[in-house]
């Protein structure tokens, strides 16, 4: 995809990204301060909304849609997807996506924005608070993601991409006071932030390895139940354009059911996935006929 060779800012630049602290902090605090309102209404919606951000936005629309590209679909949904992805305040997409390709382009070696080799607290949250991996700078973005930059909804998301998040906590306060707020704001994007910290962390650490691949990556099957299937990561190094990242039966992956179920009622195609020989995976394959797909996916 992109040469071996990153020549991009330096991105473990000394310096403390105050402003991306000081919102880390406070969305911890509120997280606690959630667990003093319970209601089991406050609960249902922080749980859905993860799901709608954590699943739909960053699994399926950041990283197996506009980072790998694992399947296609119209534009409004591609939209919907990214807009999602907005909620669960991860960065902008074009920020994430740029992030995400040059650590496949040198994972757990030099260059790497969040390998463990540097460090477990630095893999989970300190390249985020120390450094500039998450923003960067234009001439980093164009080499890394030049499709977004050159698209004019992806580009205006990306430089507002809190908005959407600021309208819904202001919606929820509005619908049920502080507390849906706590519970679907604070305590919800704070858990989700960890579950995606946690595949660019544990899952390099613990886990098993079905593939023999360059880096440290490994399939976590309790990461990938918090992530809705992105712990299953060695199989994701093994095959980055694949829709599909639970390869086996028992390996639960909600992000490609859902777009299974995008796929059924023929709003994704070109989904590509690893595809099964005698019981061994031995390469990623585009399949844009849905039956055919269904046939040969052994669903």
């Not at 740029?98 to 463990?116: K, Q, Y």
């Not at 001439?139 to 959407?164: C, G, K, Q, S, T």
């Not at 994704?268 to 595809?275: G, I």
Request: glycine content about 8%; proline content about 3%.
């Amino acid at each position: 995809m992109h040469s071996q060779t990153i020549a991009v800012d330096d991105e473990r630049r000394p310096g403390i990204n105050w402003i991306t602290d000081t919102v880390m902090v406070i969305f911890h605090l509120g997280s606690v301060a959630a667990l003093f309102t319970w209601s089991w209404k406050a609960a249902a919606i922080a749980f859905f909304f993860n799901w709608v951000a954590g699943g739909l936005g960053i699994g399926m629309g950041y990283h197996r849609l506009l980072t790998h590209r694992g399947y296609s679909v119209p534009k409004f949904i591609e939209y919907f997807l990214t807009l999602c992805g907005t909620l669960a305040l991860e960065g902008g997409p074009i920020n994430w996506v740029a992030t995400h390709r040059i650590h496949h382009a040198c994972s757990d070696r030099e260059g790497d924005p969040h390998s463990p080799r540097d460090g477990r607290w630095w893999s989970h949250v300190g390249w985020i608070l120390v450094g500039r991996a998450m923003n960067h700078d234009p001439e980093v973005l164009e080499r890394w993601a030049p499709e977004l930059m050159n698209d004019r909804i992806h580009f205006l998301i990306n430089r507002y991409y809190w908005a959407p998040l600021t309208v819904f906590g202001l919606a929820l306060l509005a619908l049920g006071g502080w507390q849906l707020m706590l519970w679907g704001v604070f305590l919800r994007v704070t858990f989700g932030l960890h579950s995606t910290w946690l595949v660019n962390s544990a899952t390099h650490i613990w886990g098993k390895r079905r593939f023999d691949t360059r880096d440290d990556s490994r399939n976590n099957w309790w990461v990938a139940l918090l992530a809705f299937g992105e712990g299953w990561h060695n199989n994701h190094h093994a095959h980055p354009a694949s829709a599909r990242h639970g390869l086996a039966w028992y390996e639960i992956d909600v992000n490609w059911w859902c777009i299974r179920a995008l796929q059924i009622l023929r709003l994704a195609r070109s989904v590509k996935l690893a595809r099964l020989q005698d019981g061994a995976i031995c390469a990623t394959a585009t399949v844009r006929q849905p039956r055919r797909e269904f046939a040969s996916s052994g669903l």
